[in-house]
C-alpha cells in the first residue's frame, strides 16, 4: 500500500486547497508588490473601506489606486476610493508642513490618515503602510519619515541599441535599435517598484554615454519616459558625454570654460527642461576608462562639473560627477604605482571649487565592485563638496545575479565604517561613511546638511522578474531601504522582503532570511578571500576564476602574487595609500597587529604562511574558507527543497535551477584558488583536501572515443589544467569502469557551457540512459568570445543513480556543429558592436565525479 492510501481524503483536500491558495505560479514580475492574501486579516478588519484622497495628481491618484489594490488583494474585502467622504476612511492628504518628502501614519477618530508633504511623499506612505499590512505587523501612529538624503537613484547602463553594459537579466526596458521604446509599460513598473522603496530619480542611459545622447530627437524620446515615471514620482535623468558641445553641437572645442561650450550647455538645458520640466539632472564619466575629459583642455573636474550645474541650475537640476576617474594604463612595474589611489589624488584638490548642486558620485571602494574592499578614502577627504555614494545592484564582480548574494550586508558595512576624520579641533570623531553622503558629517557653512545620496547601478532587464535571480530583487529592495534610512538592521531588510516576495509560511520566513544573510561572506569566502580585492578574470566579463587576469597589465588591479608572498603593499613604504586615510583608521590599517584578516591583502604584502589574527596561516585559511563556503553555497540546494510547496512552482523551480548552478560553479571557484594557492606559494593543505578528489575521474584520463584533449586557460580553472573536446558530429563517449560499492550514487559531470552553441549530453549505465541534459546557457550573457575557463565550467547531476562494481558508466556527448550562418544572431549581438563569434560548442568535459553524495560534499 502506499502512502496516499493511507491518508485520510479530507486532509487531502484541505492541503491542496491550502497549496492552491498561496502557491499559483508566478513569473516574478510583482516582485515584492504582490499582495498575496495575507493569513490573518481580521486583525485589520476594523480599517475602513474607503480611501478618500483629494489629490488630482497623477501620484496622488496613483497613490490612493495603489492602496486601493494593495488593501484589497491582501485583505480580502473590496476597498473603494472616493473625492469624498462621510463616516470613517483612510484619509490621503498633503500636509506642506512636514519636511520635505516626509509622510507621517496617524489614526483619529475619522479614520486613518496617511499625510505626505508632496504627492510622491503620499506614496511613501502608502507603500509603507501596505509593507505594514503585508508583514502583519500593527498599525499604529507613526513618528514622521523623512528620507536620509536628497539623491536616491539608480542608475541604469543602457545602451540605446537596446544592450546593457553589464546587465544580467536581458535586454534593455527602455531602448531599442537606437531609439526608445514603443512600449513602456516595463519601464512604467519599474518606477512603481522604485517608488515603493522611496528611489526618486533614475538615469536611464550608460555612463558610457551614446554620443548622440543629447540630440533633438533623443531628447523627445527620452521625455516619454520621463512621462511614464511622472506619475511614481521617479525623476529622469541622463547620463552624457562631455564631448557633446562638439559631437552633436558642432563647435571646435569642448573645453568647459570656453563662452561657446558654456553657451551650448545653457541652450541645451533650456532645450531639454522644455521637454521634461521635472528633468532631474546629468551624470558624468570623464577622464576615465577611455572617456575624454576636461583634462584635455588642462581643465579640472571642477571646471567641466561647473559649466553644466550654472547650466541646470535655474532649472532646479543636479549633476552628479563621477568620482571614478583613474588612468588604466598605469605600470605595472611601477612598486608605487596603485589604482586606489586615484580618487583622492584626482578630487581633493579642488575641494570647495564645486558649485552647490555638483554631487561627486563616489564609488563604495576605492576600485571597482570587488567581494570586499575597503571604503574609499575619498568620502572623508572632500570636507567642503557635496557626495553621494554609488554602490551595484548588478552583481558584475560578485555572480551576475547567478549566485545569490545579499549586497545590503555589504553596503551595510560600507555605511557603518567609521572614517574617524578629524573635527574642527583636530581630534578624530565619528564620521561614519553614512554620515558623510547624507550631508551630516561635513555641513555647509551654515551648518545645514550638505546635499548627499545614494546611486545603485542597477541594470534591471526585460527578463520577467528584472534582474534574472529571484534573490536579487533583494538588492534593489534592499538599496531602497538604506537609502532611505541606512540605520535600517539588515536582518529587517532580508526579513520584509522574504515576506513579501515568497509569502508568510513560516518555514518560507524561518529559511529565506537566513539565506540571505549569510551570502555574502559565502560568496566572499569562495571568491576573493582576505580583501584580495578580485580574482576573476578581470579582462573577460568579470564572472568566474581567472586568478592571474588582474596581474601584468595597466588596469591596477593587482595583487601581487609572488613567490616570497601576496598582496600589495599599500603601507607608508609601499604605495602610500593607506595614508589617504584619516590618521587613526590609517594607524589601524598601516599595522600588522591591528589589520583585520578580511582587509589583510588589500594593504599588506605577506607571506604565504604569515599568520592571522585567527591564529590560522594566510594559506590554510584561504584552504579552508573555500571548502567551507563552497559547502555552504551547496547547502543552498536543500535549504530550497525544504520549502517545495510553500512557494509557487513556477519561482521555486527557477531558483532551485540558479542554486543548483551555484553549487557547482562555487566549486570551480574553491579548486580553481585553492590549486593555485597551491602551487603558488609550495604550501600543502593540511588537511590534503587540495589537488586529491575522491571519486573524480578525469576526463583525459579515462577512455575516451572521438574525444580529443585541450589545453584550458587559465590552467586553474579546468582540473588538472585539462578538458576533453569533441569535434566529431556523429557524438564522442568516455567511458569508465565503476569501482564504487553497490549503492545510490549522485554522478556529476563538470563541463563547460557557452553561451553560443547547445552541446547535448547523456549519462548511460550498463548501455541504460540514466540522465541527459543540455548545455544551454545557464551563464549570463557573455560580452566576448567564450572558451572553456572559469566563466563556462558548469556541473550537471544526475542524483540517486544505481551503481554497482564493474558497472560500465558512458558519457555520452553530442557537439553542436552548427556554423555561425546557421544560427539565428541574437538581437543582442546584431545591435551591437562585438565581433562575430564562433557558434560551434564542442562539448567540452572537465571531469566526472561519483559520489555518495555528490557535489553536495566538498570533495
Ligand atoms: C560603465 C567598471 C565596469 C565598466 C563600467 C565602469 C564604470 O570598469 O567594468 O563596465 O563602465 O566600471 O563604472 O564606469
Redesign the pocket.
Known sequence: MTMKHLVPKTFLIAACLSVGLTAKAEDGSAAWLRYAPIANAKQYETLPAVIVSRGESASERAAAEELRRGLTSMLGRPFTVAKNGRGAAILLTADAHLPSESYRIARNIHGLHIDGSSPAAELYGVFHFLELIASQRPIRDEKTQSPSATIRWTDE?DNLNGTI??GYAGRSIFFDNGHVRADLTRAGEYARLLASVGINGCNVN???ADLDTLSPEHLREFARIADVFRPWGVKLALSIDLTSPQTIGGLDTFDPVDPKVIAWWQSKAAEIYKLIPDFAGFTV?AD??G?KGPSQYGRTPADAANVLARALKPHGGVVLY?G?VYNNHLDWNDRKADRARAGVDNFVKNDGTFDPNVIIQI?EGPI??QAREPVSPLFAALHKTNVAI?V?TAQ??TGQQRHMVFLPSMWKWVLDTDLRAPGADGKPRATPVKSIVTGHAFPNADGSARMGGFIS?TNVGLDANWLHHPMAMANLYGFGRLAWNPDTPVDEIANTWSTMTWGSDAAVRATVPKMLLGSWQVYEGHTGPNGIGTLTN?LGY?FGPGIESAERNGWGQWFRGEKDGIGMDRTSAGTGYIQQYPPELAAKYESLATIPDDLLLFFHHVPYDYRLHSGKTLVQSIYDTHYASALAAAEYVPQWKSLQGRIDPERYTQTLHLFEFQAGHAIVWRDAINQWFAKQSGIPDAMHRVGNDPGRMEAEAVKADGFTPVDVTPWETASGGKAMVCHDAKGCTLTTTVQQPSGKYNVAVQYYDMWSGISRYELLVDGKRVAQWSADDTLPPAQFDAAPDGQTATRFTAQGIALHPGATMTLHAMPDMRSELEHVMPAAEANSQLRPRDYREFAPVDYIVIGPDGDLTPQ
Request: charge should be neutral; charged fraction near 45%; avoid cysteine.
Open positions: 547602463w553594459e553589464r550608460n555612463v558610457n564619466k576615465s576608462e572617456r563621477r571614478f564609488k571597482d565592485f554609488e551595484q558584475e564582480y547601478v578581470i568579470h
